[in-house]
């Protein structure tokens, strides 16, 4: 998933804020976020709006399309 990502990153720069977490090397800030957001599978895709609601969550590997459709419905 992550040349997925990497992609998504590139084309909505300046648009959405993507921000890739490692859950294996991502130290202790990481693990606050999968906690705040009871993240127990990876990957695990949280969509968050500017007034810090989580819109949806999305777990698996799933098509890009099914990513754009979430980034479209966030305010």
């Known amino acids: 998933m992550r040349p997925v990502v990497d992609g998504l990153v590139k084309k909505y720069a300046g648009r959405y804020d993507i921000r890739i977490m490692n859950a294996s090397t991502g130290g202790s800030e990481v693990g606050e976020l999968a906690k705040k957001f009871k993240v127990e599978f990876v990957p695990t895709f949280v969509f ?28």
């Open 48 to 75: 968050v709006g500017t007034d810090g609601t989580v819109s949806a969550t999305v777990v698996g590997a799933v098509p890009v399309t099914k990513l754009e459709q979430e980034l479209a419905k966030l305010k």
